[in-house]
């Protein structure tokens, strides 16, 4: 009798946990797996279909439940990179005309925001990107690399300086990214 009881006690935790729903709740720094999409490189996943973190969405319109623009959390956590481009291209030269926009956002700015990419495998050569800050968190810019490639962005802000980095891909010049 013990033994059944063991039994089924046991089935019915698997049975729960199996559930959907069921199991450790996700947070912004760990989506789903299946919302990864292309455009990261290194250590730094894009995703789509599941929203950032809530004080990267300012200015934002879309549900949490209906997110589509793709984003990158920086290594630290302290940094998200909206890609309105979705995946950047070399030189910024895309067939459609379209540019390599993406919406910097710091959780806690202090100061202006500065962006420093170059190649993950080398310092040079080096695209600072320092743009005006809206909504007091948030740096909008057209990112132009001029290769393809891995590359590390590394964002300083504020006195005393903090620091974060991500990394993405960008595709050869005159590709069409994926939509």
Same mark, same amino acid.
């Given at each position: ?5 063991? &039994? %089924? ?20 720094? @760990? ?22 973190? +809530? ?7 879309? =549900? ?8 990158? %959390?920086?290594?630290? =956590? @302290? ?8 995946? %950047? &291209?070399?030189?910024? +030269?895309?067939?459609? =005309? ?25 310092? +040079? ?5 320092? +743009? ?19 590359? @590390? ?16 891909? &960008?595709?050869?010049? =005159?590709?069409?990214?994926? @939509?």
């Amino acid at each position: 009798m013990r033994v059944r009881a063991c &039994v %089924l006690a046991g089935l019915l935790l698997v049975g729960a946990a199996c559930q959907p729903g069921a199991g450790p709740a996700r947070t912004a720094s @760990s989506p789903p797996a299946h919302t990864q999409t292309v455009g990261g490189c290194g250590s730094t996943r894009v995703f789509v279909g599941v929203a950032p973190p +809530e004080w990267s969405r300012a200015g934002f319109s879309v =549900g949490a439940g209906n997110w589509t623009l793709p984003w990158a %959390l920086s290594a630290g =956590g @302290s940094v998200v990179a909206h890609l309105f481009a979705r995946q %950047l &291209v070399a030189r910024g +030269e895309r067939p459609d =005309g379209s540019a390599n926009k993406v919406l910097w956002v710091a959780r806690d700015v202090r100061g202006s925001l500065t962006v420093v990419g170059h190649p993950a495998a080398s310092a +040079e050569p080096q695209v600072t990107i320092a +743009e005006q800050m809206t909504n007091g968190n948030q740096m909008p810019s057209i990112v132009d690399v001029p290769t393809p490639g891995c590359w @590390s962005f590394d964002v300083g802000w504020g006195t005393p300086a903090s620091r974060d980095s991500l990394s993405l891909q &960008v595709l050869p010049a =005159g590709t069409n990214p994926s @939509s």
